[in-house]
């Protein structure tokens, strides 16, 4: 019976939701874009034992709709052959443009290098206002993809076009991107000039290099092209209200939320003596177990929460045409590079707040989409504490590292990182979760691609 | 547009859906559950792959309904801690009735070893017809948590009750559950005690030991019970099409229907000498890549899909009172365990299969509820085939075992297994989708624990 009541809330709801693009005296239609970098179904269910307990309920479980997008990626060739995972610039262009590109592109097309117009860029032109809240730099992959154009990730700042090199090893660039050769100029340039009304994010430092053939910074240059610069919390909350936002709090990534127990990470397990002989022998240690705490430097930036309140007010106010707004919390993938499943926690976490904002935004706006999903999926899975061969005289136990988080509710919790033996983990394959508001009922099929979303957002905005 | 229209449509048998059970004259309701296991969103992406191609497909994503399920396990005593990675035995054991439980349990309460009703005996006692197909044994943890009650999953055969050992391992026991000590006996013996009208698989090995204190087989026992047995499609095609039957087509697990080339299964990345004194060295030789073929062993039983077409038939014949039918493609999980890419992806396509067969069915006889889901997420990952850290000049590699596939559509997919060392996987700890046809729409919220199916089923039957 809860159900079928349900039933009727939603049907109504969804023909509502259904109709036809607002006649004139209407509300305007507003989006509200949620990205969880990496957040698979393993890094939601890690989340929801650790921070609900494992028969709780995420904010993001009580959506009444959740659907599944297929991640599609190919070779940098024009019609190039599928490549079956994905990296965060290739993805966020899917959605951002609808196009499906390879890996490292931002908003350009595969093989031919053509920029590829934005949802962002395409609401601006229709008087739309439009705004990007990230915990990475804003220079990052996925918020770059949404108002950006070049051929490769990296190209943040004027000083990283060509030649870009980490510790001696040469990592390519974009040289048909600057502005010498016709090209629009690295990524945090293409940000100041953008149509963007608000940006909040980290990564500062690809904003105080000269902009290209310039004597003033790129900072300069968005100052010049309106916007107000904010570094902290209490300039943020001091801005005009009526005016455009460029909010850089930290030099690159901002500070996640939760850390491990003393800034632990996985670890490997540690084999003995005589495992080390043959791995049927002697006896492996497992790593400690370890609780999820507050890092302290998170206190030193507005989170994600704060900043997605901010962007809210400032597209919502005195507007009669709409917004489209993205969110990403993108640390759920960095930290999940990193091996660090707390971190993770603590950016899904954020997520979840930054989607109470945008609920609580849409209840009092009618005619507000709200989407989440994640471009990708992730390393982190979730293994038994004890093997399933337990009984077996043998010590069994995973390859690559492993985190021992001691739950809130009592449990133990293993989660191991074992797609590669570098510094950072790889992203995987598999298809990510989609989740909506009641504007989203009848709007998004259970299965779909990311180029998809594109096309939903802007018959949403009637683009 | 085409979303609204699917909205009239979707909404109209929403609400047909969502009314009461069937009055006086409507026809009976059926349930047709189809498990996948070890169907989680990996391998789903990994069989949509390779047989639809990445932009494609399976009719999995063509279902209406597609929502999320939370995957509990408890420590085995009353009220235990959650463990966050199951088994199939207390999935299937939640699933079956309802009620969280303790790994390797089979429809028993943790700690306490009550035994707990199942939705299959449930329906029976109502004079609902009941079935099973499974390319398991029949005795395996699925199918058994729906028709017999043993506290330990091993416990299959009378043979079987007590000190069960592998290879000179002591792997436990269900003394109490032996008739003489006031149990139901081993798990065959209780299927063929069941009230169950059709039950097809492998395990003819679990039914030639003597039943408990008996002079004859546990499959002699079935016969007393009135189950006619068959060991292949000759005999099932032949069988009197109003009896029960029992079909044993294999000794133990079925054949799969795909194998890697030449049987090869996951292999280990091989270092190269300088590498094996430091992996930043040297080179590392990853596994050739394979297509899959078929399984010459597989043409000696019946698919999945001929099983379930025949259980359909069987359950529907003649009958005014429902049914329910609980098909399982068991062997997703078995080969995943075994690093058997192949062999998982052609285990898909038989569910696939399998599910084409109840939705022909569910078109012809209103009022049949078709749910697929799977009862756990299990080891496979799609990993990149280039590392996103390849500029990096060190050999860059999984841990664990890798496969990998040559696609039809031309594409390479690498996939990974790490979750130990041992001779077989775990399971992991993400949840499992679950999928619908238009029946479950209203019926089932877009995130649900296990235990939530059988009161969605047990409802829908009016139990």
Same mark, same amino acid.
């Given at each position: 019976m809860r159900f079928f009541i349900t039933a009727i809330i939603l049907c109504s709801q969804l023909f509502a939701a259904t109709a036809a693009p607002a006649a004139a005296g209407a509300p305007p239609r507003n989006v509200i874009l949620i990205i969880?970098?990496?957040?698979? +179904?393993?890094? @939601?269910?890690?989340?929801?034992?650790?921070?609900?307990?494992?028969?709780?309920k995420l904010l993001l479980d009580e959506l009444p709709l959740r659907a599944a997008v297929g991640v599609l990626t190919i070779e940098d060739k024009q019609d190039g052959a599928p490549v079956y995972v994905a990296d965060s610039a290739n993805t966020a262009t899917s959605i951002a443009t609808g196009v499906t590109t390879s890996r490292g592109r931002i908003a350009t097309s595969a093989g031919s290098d053509l920029d590829l117009p934005t949802i962002a860029e395409l609401a601006a032109a229709r008087g739309l206002r439009t705004g990007i809240v990230t915990t990475a730099s804003v220079t990052d992959a996925t918020p770059a993809a949404f108002a950006s154009h070049v051929s490769m990730r990296l190209c943040q700042a004027p000083d990283r076009m060509v030649d870009i090199n980490y510790r001696g090893i040469p990592l390519g660039g974009c040289p048909a991107d600057l502005?010498?050769?016709?090209g629009r100029g690295s990524i945090a340039e293409q940000l100041a000039e953008s149509s963007l009304h608000i940006?909040?994010?980290?990564?500062?430092? $690809?904003?105080?290099?000269?902009?290209?053939?310039?004597? $003033?910074?790129?900072?300069?240059?968005?100052?010049?092209?309106?916007?107000?610069?904010?570094? +902290?919390?209490?300039?943020?909350?001091?801005? +005009?209200?009526?005016?455009?936002?460029?909010?850089l709090f930290s030099p690159g990534t901002m500070p996640v939320r939760l850390q491990g127990e003393n800034g632990r990470a996985a670890e490997p397990p540690q084999p003995s003596l005589l495992n080390r002989l043959h791995h049927y022998l002697g006896s492996v240690s497992m790593p400690a177990p370890m609780r999820c705490v507050t890092n302290p430097d998170a206190a030193s930036v507005p989170s994600l929460k704060q900043m997605t309140d901010a962007a809210l007010a400032s597209l919502s106010r005195d507007n009669q045409r709409g917004f489209l707004l993205l969110v990403e919390s993108a640390s759920i993938d960095k !930290?999940?590079?990193?091996?660090?499943?707390?971190?993770?926690?603590?950016?899904? !976490?954020?997520?979840?707040?930054?989607?109470?904002?945008?609920?609580?935004?849409?209840?009092g706006h009618p005619g507000?989409?709200?989407?989440?999903?994640?471009?990708?999926?992730?390393?982190?899975?979730m293994v038994p504490v004890e093997s399933l061969y337990a009984a077996y005289p043998i010590p069994i136990y995973t390859p690559g590292q492993l985190v021992l988080v001691a739950t809130p509710e009592g449990g133990l919790m293993a989660i191991n990182y074992a797609t590669n033996n570098f510094s950072h983990e790889e992203h995987t394959g598999a298809n990510v979760p989609l989740f909506g508001n009641v504007e989203a009922l009848g709007r998004v099929?259970? $299965?779909?691609?990311?180029?998809? @979303?594109?096309?939903?957002?802007?018959?949403?905005?009637?683009l």
């Amino acid at each position: 019976m809860r159900f079928f009541i349900t039933a009727i809330i939603l049907c109504s709801q969804l023909f509502a939701a259904t109709a036809a693009p607002a006649a004139a005296g209407a509300p305007p239609r507003n989006v509200i874009l949620i990205i969880g970098d990496g957040m698979d +179904d393993q890094q @939601i269910s890690i989340a929801r034992n650790y921070l609900r307990g494992a028969s709780g309920k995420l904010l993001l479980d009580e959506l009444p709709l959740r659907a599944a997008v297929g991640v599609l990626t190919i070779e940098d060739k024009q019609d190039g052959a599928p490549v079956y995972v994905a990296d965060s610039a290739n993805t966020a262009t899917s959605i951002a443009t609808g196009v499906t590109t390879s890996r490292g592109r931002i908003a350009t097309s595969a093989g031919s290098d053509l920029d590829l117009p934005t949802i962002a860029e395409l609401a601006a032109a229709r008087g739309l206002r439009t705004g990007i809240v990230t915990t990475a730099s804003v220079t990052d992959a996925t918020p770059a993809a949404f108002a950006s154009h070049v051929s490769m990730r990296l190209c943040q700042a004027p000083d990283r076009m060509v030649d870009i090199n980490y510790r001696g090893i040469p990592l390519g660039g974009c040289p048909a991107d600057l502005k010498a050769n016709g090209g629009r100029g690295s990524i945090a340039e293409q940000l100041a000039e953008s149509s963007l009304h608000i940006l909040l994010g980290g990564g500062r430092k $690809y904003f105080t290099p000269s902009a290209e053939g310039a004597s $003033y910074s790129v900072l300069e240059l968005a100052s010049q092209q309106g916007f107000q610069l904010v570094v +902290d919390s209490a300039e943020l909350a001091a801005s +005009d209200p009526d005016g455009r936002v460029l909010g850089l709090f930290s030099p690159g990534t901002m500070p996640v939320r939760l850390q491990g127990e003393n800034g632990r990470a996985a670890e490997p397990p540690q084999p003995s003596l005589l495992n080390r002989l043959h791995h049927y022998l002697g006896s492996v240690s497992m790593p400690a177990p370890m609780r999820c705490v507050t890092n302290p430097d998170a206190a030193s930036v507005p989170s994600l929460k704060q900043m997605t309140d901010a962007a809210l007010a400032s597209l919502s106010r005195d507007n009669q045409r709409g917004f489209l707004l993205l969110v990403e919390s993108a640390s759920i993938d960095k !930290q999940a590079h990193e091996r660090k499943a707390c971190g993770s926690i603590g950016e899904l !976490q954020q997520l979840e707040e930054a989607l109470a904002s945008a609920l609580d935004f849409a209840s009092g706006h009618p005619g507000t989409l709200v989407l989440v999903t994640a471009d990708h999926s992730h390393a982190a899975q979730m293994v038994p504490v004890e093997s399933l061969y337990a009984a077996y005289p043998i010590p069994i136990y995973t390859p690559g590292q492993l985190v021992l988080v001691a739950t809130p509710e009592g449990g133990l919790m293993a989660i191991n990182y074992a797609t590669n033996n570098f510094s950072h983990e790889e992203h995987t394959g598999a298809n990510v979760p989609l989740f909506g508001n009641v504007e989203a009922l009848g709007r998004v099929p259970p $299965y779909l691609q990311q180029r998809d @979303i594109f096309t939903i957002l802007s018959d949403y905005l009637g683009l």
